[in-house]
């Protein structure tokens, strides 16, 4: 097949009525083409695997990373000393397998592709989307792939620099008995950092769903205001589900900031509401 047809499934005619086959065969070259961009994304950073397992991955890990400089700082500046001065917990990981540091490699290729592919493979989803859009639905989506890709890497920074290191202080600092030495693997170190980091940074993408589902008149602000006990509980569990722990700090940590961003989901879907009321009276 030539390369312009790998790059370009779609008919000819753009204004064409496609079949239910002709988008199976575009979705499925939208996702081949994520696909190879995760894949690509995955090389780099596998080739660059030294920097970034022991700069990045290990980060929290390192009594110098700079979130533990910001806490300390924020500590004193609110007046209560060094409560919020950690990261002298003596760190340090085990594997237990001899396949276990190369599959680590592998996973932390893949992710780290995904994360550096996200805002191309949104794209991606977003073409495949679009022609189902009218013209005035298209004006009210302009930026949404920025909006996307930011709220995206906020949540993964969020799960970087904040929760992760108050995981790190609160796990190795914990101790049933001093007879106990904690020595975690570092695939488990891993796993709890993929959900803290990629996890919080897909749960960051709801106000724009709310925004999407208010626009097309699934959900209303009065029915997101009648149910707020409700998504506090939904919420919670899912914070619980992203944080591996079950320690209170984390669980707080998560569950606050999502609860802030379904409270401005509320005001988005107000504003929202409001202008749908007040195009349907002009209308009328």
């Given at each position: 097949?030539?390369?312009m047809?790998?790059f370009?499934?779609r008919?000819k005619?753009p204004?064409?009525?496609?079949?239910?086959?002709?988008h199976?065969e575009d979705?499925?070259?939208?996702?081949?083409?994520?696909?190879?961009?995760i894949?690509i994304?995955?090389?780099?950073?596998?080739?660059y695997s030294?920097?970034?397992?022991?700069?990045?991955i290990?980060?929290?890990?390192?009594p110098d990373?700079v979130?533990?400089?910001?806490?300390?700082?924020?500590?004193?500046?609110?007046?209560?000393?060094?409560?919020l001065?950690?990261?002298?917990?003596?760190?340090?990981?085990?594997s237990t397998?001899?396949?276990?540091q190369?599959?680590?490699?592998f996973?932390?290729?893949?992710?780290?592709?995904f994360?550096v592919?996200?805002?191309?493979?949104?794209?991606?989803f977003?073409?495949?989307?679009k022609?189902?859009?009218?013209?005035?639905e298209?004006?009210k989506?302009?930026?949404?792939?920025?909006?996307v890709?930011l709220?995206?890497?906020?949540?993964v920074a969020?799960?970087?620099?904040?929760?992760?290191?108050?995981?790190i202080n609160f796990y190795?600092?914990y101790?049933?008995?001093?007879?106990?030495?904690?020595k975690?693997?570092f695939s488990?170190?891993l796993?709890?950092?993929v959900y803290?980091?990629?996890?919080i940074?897909?749960?960051?993408?709801m106000?724009l769903?709310?925004?999407?589902?208010a626009?097309?008149g699934i959900l209303?602000?009065?029915?997101l205001?009648?149910?707020?006990r409700?998504?506090?509980v939904v919420?919670?569990?899912?914070a619980?589900?992203?944080?591996?722990?079950t320690?209170?700090?984390s669980?707080?940590?998560?569950?606050i900031?999502l609860?802030?961003?379904?409270?401005?989901?509320?005001?988005?879907?107000?504003?929202?509401?409001r202008r749908?009321?007040?195009?349907m009276?002009?209308?009328s």
């Amino acid at each position: 097949m030539a390369l312009m047809d790998f790059f370009n499934k779609r008919n000819k005619d753009p204004n064409a009525e496609m079949s239910f086959i002709d988008h199976l065969e575009d979705l499925r070259w939208h996702v081949i083409r994520s696909v190879i961009a995760i894949i690509i994304g995955a090389v780099v950073v596998f080739i660059y695997s030294d920097f970034v397992i022991n700069r990045i991955i290990m980060g929290p890990a390192h009594p110098d990373f700079v979130a533990y400089g910001w806490f300390c700082s924020l500590g004193h500046s609110i007046g209560i000393g060094n409560t919020l001065c950690f990261g002298n917990v003596p760190v340090s990981f085990i594997s237990t397998t001899m396949t276990g540091q190369f599959i680590a490699s592998f996973t932390v290729a893949f992710v780290g592709g995904f994360i550096v592919a996200f805002p191309y493979v949104f794209w991606e989803f977003w073409r495949f989307v679009k022609p189902a859009l009218s013209q005035k639905e298209l004006k009210k989506t302009r930026g949404v792939i920025f909006w996307v890709s930011l709220l995206f890497f906020l949540g993964v920074a969020f799960g970087y620099f904040i929760l992760t290191p108050f995981m790190i202080n609160f796990y190795f600092s914990y101790k049933l008995s001093p007879l106990i030495e904690i020595k975690p693997t570092f695939s488990d170190y891993l796993e709890n950092l993929v959900y803290t980091t990629v996890g919080i940074g897909v749960l960051f993408q709801m106000p724009l769903l709310v925004m999407v589902l208010a626009r097309i008149g699934i959900l209303t602000a009065r029915f997101l205001k009648k149910y707020r006990r409700h998504a506090f509980v939904v919420i919670l569990i899912a914070a619980a589900i992203i944080t591996p722990s079950t320690d209170p700090f984390s669980l707080a940590i998560v569950t606050i900031p999502l609860y802030l961003l379904f409270e401005a989901s509320i005001i988005i879907a107000s504003r929202i509401n409001r202008r749908q009321e007040r195009e349907m009276k002009e209308w009328s």
